[in-house]
C-alpha cells in the first residue's frame, strides 16, 4: 500500500512547493520580460525565427539585388546577421538557428508568441532541476534545488530576454534527468534530449561526447561486457540524436555554404588557450559575487550522494566541466552577465551542490527538527542573496531598459507608411520584426553614399527614415561629416521615444531650412 502518512504528506507538499516555485520563475519571464527584439542576438533569433514560421530560410531583403552602394548585402543584413555567403539578397544569422526552430511554432500565434518561449523554458528548467536532486538526495533536497536555481542571478537575468541560454540550460538539464531513469528507452531519450541539445546551441557537442561515453561506460558496467547491451544501447542513443544533427548540419550548408560554417566566424578566432586565465578569473570573481560559490560545491556531489546515483552525478559534474571548458578559451567579455554562457553548467552543478549540502547537514547531530530548520535557513539566504542581487543587477529592470525598441517598432508599424525603410542599426531588428519593414545599416554604408542612397530609395517609391539612439547620433554625424548634407541630422525628428530614439524624415531637412516648423512627437511610456 502507498504511504499515506505524514512523510507521504510533507512529500507531496515539498513537490508542489517545486511547481509553484517554477511557475513563479515562468511568471517573472512574462511579466517582467522584454517583449522586444533589442540587440543583435534576440534579433537574431526572432528574425529567424520569422523566417521559419513563414517557411523560408532567412531574412531576404530584394533591395540588395539593385541597391548601387558598395557592398549593398551587408547594408541590408539586420543587427546579428551577415550577408548571405549563398543567396545574393539573403542575410544568414551570426546565432546558431536551433533555437529559432523551437521558437517558429510560436511565432505563427503572432508576433509576440516567440517571447513565451523563455519563460516556459525557465520553469521547466526548475522542475527538471527539483526531480534530478529529488532522486539523488531527497525531497527536501529537491525543493531547496529548485529554489536555489530559480534565484540564480544570470537566470533571472535571461529568462526575461527571447535568447537561447536558458532553453539551452533546460535542455541539458533534461538530458541529465534522463539519466537517473533505468528504463529501457533510455539511450534513446537520452539520444533525442542530447540532439536537441546541441542544435540550440552546436559549440556544446564537447558534452554529447561525453555523454555518450558515459552511456558506453554504463552499458560495460558490472564486469562481463555485453557487446550485444552496448551495441542496443549506441545504436538507439546515434538514431535519436540523428535527426537534429541532420538538421544542424542541413542549416549550416544552407545558411553558410558548409555543415562545419556558422555565422561566428572561424574557431581559430573564437577560441584560444590565451583566454584561459581571463576567463577563469572573470567567470571564478563572478561566480563568488553573484552566488557565493555555491555552484563550486556541486564538484563534491559524486562521492557523498548515494552509490546507486553516483554514474549519474558523477555525468552532471562532466558535462558541467565539458561546458565550462568551452568557454573558458572562448572570447573574454567583461560584462557580468556573460556568465549566462555558462547557465547550461550553472544549473546541474548548483543540483549538485544542493545534494552534497543536504549530505552534511544529514550528518550534523542534531534531531532531525533543527537540521531542517538549519537546512531551511541556508536555503532562505541563499535565495533572498539570489534575488537581491538579481535586482542590484537589474534583471527586473530589463523591460524598462530595452522597451525603447517595442516601441520603435510599435510607432514604424502604427503611425508610419507601409512603403518606409530605415537607415539604422540597434533598431533594425526591432523594425523588422515588429513592423515587417527593411533597414539599412548606416555603419555598412559609405560615408559618401548617404544622400544619394536615401535619394535612390526614394525613387524606387520607398519612402526612408533615419533612426538612432540618443548615443549613436554623434557617431553618425561624425561618419558622415563633410561627406553628406543629411549626415548632420540638423532639423528636428518626427518621434522622440522614451527620449532615447529619434526618427527622422529626410524629407524635413528642406521643409526646416526654409523657415517652416517641424514639429516632434514625443512618445513616453507610463
Same mark, same amino acid.
Not at 530589463?398 to 512603403?419: K, Q, S, Y
Not at 520584426?433 to 530609395?457: C, F, I, K, N, Y
Given at each position: 500500500?502507498?504511504?499515506?502518512?505524514?512523510?507521504?504528506?510533507?512529500?507531496?507538499?515539498?513537490?508542489?512547493?517545486?511547481?509553484?516555485?517554477?511557475?513563479?520563475?515562468?511568471?517573472? &519571464?512574462?511579466?517582467? &520580460?522584454?517583449?522586444?527584439?533589442?540587440?543583435?542576438?534576440?534579433? *537574431?533569433?526572432?528574425?529567424?525565427?520569422?523566417?521559419?514560421?513563414?517557411?523560408?530560410?532567412?531574412?531576404?531583403?530584394?533591395?540588395?539585388?539593385?541597391?548601387? /552602394?558598395?557592398?549593398?548585402?551587408?547594408?541590408?543584413?539586420?543587427?546579428?546577421?551577415?550577408?548571405?555567403?549563398?543567396?545574393? #539578397?539573403?542575410?544568414?544569422? @551570426? *546565432?546558431?538557428?536551433?533555437?529559432?526552430?523551437?521558437?517558429?511554432?510560436?511565432?505563427?500565434?503572432?508576433?509576440?508568441?516567440?517571447?513565451?518561449?523563455?519563460?516556459?523554458?525557465?520553469?521547466?528548467?526548475? *522542475?527538471?532541476?527539483?526531480?534530478? $536532486?529529488?532522486?539523488?538526495?531527497?525531497?527536501?533536497?529537491?525543493?531547496?534545488?529548485?529554489?536555489?536555481?530559480?534565484?540564480?542571478?544570470?537566470?533571472?537575468?535571461?529568462?526575461?530576454?527571447?535568447?537561447?541560454?536558458?532553453?539551452?540550460?533546460?535542455?541539458?538539464?533534461?538530458?541529465?534527468?534522463?539519466?537517473?531513469?533505468?528504463?529501457?528507452?533510455?539511450?534513446?531519450?537520452?539520444?533525442?534530449?542530447?540532439?536537441?541539445?546541441?542544435?540550440?546551441?552546436?559549440?556544446?557537442?564537447?558534452?554529447?561526447?561525453? =555523454?555518450?561515453?558515459?552511456?558506453?561506460?554504463?552499458?560495460?558496467?558490472?564486469?562481463?561486457?555485453?557487446?550485444?547491451?552496448?551495441?542496443?544501447?549506441?545504436?538507439?542513443?546515434?538514431?535519436?540524436?540523428?535527426?537534429?544533427?541532420?538538421?544542424?548540419?542541413?542549416?549550416?550548408?544552407?545558411?553558410? &555554404?558548409?555543415?562545419?560554417?556558422?555565422?561566428?566566424?572561424?574557431?581559430?578566432?573564437?577560441?584560444?588557450?590565451?583566454?584561459?586565465?581571463?576567463?577563469? $578569473?572573470?567567470?571564478?570573481? $563572478?561566480?563568488?559575487?553573484?552566488?557565493?560559490?555555491?555552484?563550486?560545491?556541486?564538484? @563534491?556531489?559524486?562521492?557523498?550522494?548515494?552509490?546507486?546515483?553516483?554514474?549519474?552525478?558523477?555525468?552532471?559534474?562532466?558535462?558541467?566541466?565539458?561546458?565550462?571548458? =568551452?568557454?573558458?578559451?572562448?572570447?573574454?567579455?567583461?560584462?557580468? /552577465?556573460?556568465?549566462?554562457?555558462?547557465?547550461?553548467?550553472?544549473?546541474?552543478?548548483?543540483?549538485?551542490?544542493?545534494?552534497?549540502?543536504?549530505?552534511?547537514?544529514?550528518?550534523?547531530?542534531? &534531531?532531525?527538527?533543527?537540521? $531542517?530548520?538549519?537546512?531551511?535557513?541556508?536555503?532562505?539566504?541563499?535565495?533572498?542573496?539570489? =534575488?537581491?542581487?538579481?535586482?542590484?543587477?537589474?534583471?527586473?529592470?530589463?523591460?524598462?531598459?530595452?522597451?525603447?525598441?517595442?516601441?520603435?517598432? #510599435?510607432?514604424?508599424? #502604427?503611425?508610419?507608411?507601409?512603403?518606409?525603410?530605415?537607415?539604422?542599426?540597434?533598431?533594425?531588428?526591432?523594425?523588422?520584426?515588429?513592423?515587417?519593414?527593411?533597414?539599412?545599416? /548606416?555603419?555598412?554604408?559609405?560615408?559618401?553614399?548617404?544622400?544619394?542612397?536615401?535619394? /535612390?530609395?526614394?525613387?524606387?517609391?520607398? #519612402?526612408?527614415?533615419?533612426?538612432?539612439?540618443?548615443?549613436?547620433?554623434?557617431?553618425?554625424?561624425?561618419?558622415?561629416?563633410?561627406?553628406?548634407?543629411?549626415?548632420?541630422?540638423?532639423?528636428?525628428?518626427?518621434?522622440?521615444?522614451?527620449?532615447?530614439?529619434?526618427?527622422?524624415?529626410?524629407?524635413?531637412?528642406?521643409?526646416?531650412?526654409?523657415?517652416?516648423?517641424?514639429?516632434?512627437?514625443?512618445?513616453?511610456?507610463?
Amino acid at each position: 500500500m502507498p504511504a499515506t502518512g505524514p512523510p507521504a504528506r510533507a512529500s507531496r507538499l515539498a513537490s508542489w512547493a517545486a511547481v509553484a516555485v517554477a511557475l513563479a520563475v515562468g511568471a517573472v &519571464g512574462l511579466v517582467r &520580460g522584454t517583449w522586444a527584439v533589442g540587440g543583435s542576438d534576440s534579433s *537574431c533569433y526572432a528574425l529567424m525565427a520569422d523566417a521559419f514560421a513563414t517557411v523560408t530560410l532567412q531574412p531576404h531583403s530584394p533591395l540588395a539585388r539593385d541597391a548601387p /552602394w558598395p557592398d549593398a548585402a551587408r547594408t541590408f543584413a539586420p543587427a546579428g546577421f551577415i550577408p548571405s555567403p549563398v543567396v545574393v #539578397d539573403g542575410a544568414s544569422p @551570426i *546565432c546558431a538557428p536551433g533555437f529559432s526552430l523551437l521558437l517558429a511554432p510560436f511565432r505563427s500565434i503572432g508576433v509576440d508568441g516567440i517571447f513565451l518561449v523563455t519563460p516556459i523554458a525557465g520553469a521547466l528548467a526548475v *522542475c527538471l532541476a527539483w526531480f534530478f $536532486t529529488r532522486r539523488l538526495a531527497g525531497t527536501g533536497a529537491g525543493l531547496a534545488a529548485a529554489v536555489l536555481v530559480a534565484t540564480i542571478p544570470v537566470f533571472l537575468f535571461q529568462v526575461v530576454q527571447p535568447m537561447n541560454d536558458v532553453a539551452s540550460a533546460a535542455l541539458w538539464m533534461a538530458v541529465l534527468a534522463a539519466a537517473l531513469t533505468s528504463d529501457p528507452t533510455r539511450p534513446w531519450l537520452l539520444g533525442f534530449l542530447t540532439g536537441l541539445a546541441v542544435l540550440v546551441r552546436p559549440n556544446l557537442a564537447p558534452a554529447a561526447v561525453v =555523454v555518450t561515453a558515459w552511456l558506453t561506460m554504463m552499458s560495460t558496467r558490472g564486469g562481463g561486457v555485453s557487446s550485444g547491451l552496448l551495441r542496443r544501447n549506441l545504436t538507439g542513443f546515434v538514431i535519436a540524436a540523428l535527426p537534429a544533427a541532420v538538421m544542424l548540419a542541413v542549416l549550416d550548408t544552407a545558411l553558410y &555554404g558548409s555543415p562545419l560554417a556558422t555565422g561566428y566566424g572561424r574557431a581559430a578566432d573564437l577560441f584560444a588557450f590565451a583566454n584561459l586565465m581571463p576567463n577563469a $578569473t572573470r567567470y571564478l570573481r $563572478t561566480l563568488l559575487e553573484t552566488e557565493l560559490g555555491l555552484p563550486i560545491l556541486g564538484l @563534491i556531489a559524486p562521492i557523498v550522494v548515494p552509490r546507486e546515483h553516483r554514474p549519474a552525478a558523477w555525468l552532471a559534474v562532466a558535462v558541467s566541466l565539458s561546458i565550462a571548458g =568551452v568557454y573558458l578559451l572562448y572570447r573574454p567579455y567583461a560584462e557580468w /552577465w556573460y556568465l549566462r554562457f555558462l547557465l547550461p553548467a550553472l544549473l546541474p552543478l548548483t543540483a549538485l551542490a544542493v545534494a552534497a549540502i543536504a549530505r552534511g547537514v544529514s550528518l550534523l547531530p542534531f &534531531g532531525r527538527a533543527r537540521r $531542517t530548520a538549519i537546512a531551511s535557513a541556508m536555503v532562505v539566504g541563499l535565495g533572498w542573496f539570489g =534575488v537581491h542581487t538579481a535586482r542590484e543587477r537589474q534583471a527586473f529592470d530589463l523591460h524598462r531598459l530595452e522597451r525603447r525598441f517595442r516601441l520603435a517598432g #510599435d510607432v514604424a508599424r #502604427d503611425r508610419l507608411p507601409p512603403n518606409a525603410v530605415f537607415v539604422s542599426i540597434w533598431e533594425s531588428g526591432s523594425l523588422r520584426h515588429q513592423a515587417g519593414r527593411p533597414s539599412v545599416l /548606416w555603419d555598412s554604408l559609405a560615408p559618401d553614399w548617404l544622400d544619394r542612397a536615401t535619394e /535612390w530609395l526614394t525613387a524606387r517609391g520607398l #519612402d526612408p527614415f533615419i533612426v538612432v539612439e540618443q548615443w549613436e547620433e554623434p557617431i553618425f554625424r561624425e561618419r558622415f561629416e563633410g561627406k553628406s548634407s543629411l549626415g548632420a541630422l540638423d532639423w528636428p525628428p518626427r518621434f522622440e521615444i522614451d527620449r532615447q530614439v529619434r526618427i527622422y524624415n529626410p524629407g524635413d531637412r528642406a521643409v526646416y531650412r526654409n523657415g517652416q516648423s517641424v514639429p516632434t512627437e514625443h512618445i513616453i511610456p507610463r
